[in-house]
């Protein structure tokens, strides 16, 4: 059975940093994409970054240049790297990967999530 599971969350005071960590176990054979995604209070989830297997980063407008996502092929993690942090960054962090336990199709997986809270 694939899991998920991110670390790293916690209270930063605005402009500060925090790394996010992701980590799949189970049996996989191959993950595809891997991602972030958010979700704050009484708001819809939205994409923050997604990177390939190739390493080819994507990013949401409002977190370029502050985040920076990367990825350990070999370990099967992601990494969300968010600098100069704002007080509406704080939201619920999912990580998200398409992973394949076969050699065929990739089905998307998703963590629990884990809170960041950016506040004085």
């Known amino acids: 059975q694939v899991q998920l599971v991110e670390s790293g969350g916690g209270l930063v005071q605005p402009g500060g940093s925090l790394r996010l960590s992701c980590a799949a176990s189970?049996?996989?054979?191959?993950?595809?994409?891997m991602g972030w995604y958010r979700q704050a209070p009484g708001k819809q989830r939205e994409l923050v970054a997604t990177i390939t297997s190739g390493r080819s980063a994507n990013y949401a407008d409002s977190v370029k240049g502050r985040f920076t996502i990367a990825r350990d092929n070999a370990k099967n993690m992601v990494y969300l790297q968010m600098n100069s942090l704002k007080p509406e960054d704080t939201a619920v962090y999912y990580c998200?990967?398409?992973?394949?336990?076969?050699?065929?199709?990739?089905?998307?997986?998703w963590g629990k999530g884990t809170l960041v809270t950016v506040s004085s």
């Open positions: 189970g049996y996989i054979r191959r993950i595809d994409a």
């Open positions: 998200n990967a398409q992973i394949a336990t076969t050699d065929y199709v990739a089905l998307d997986y």
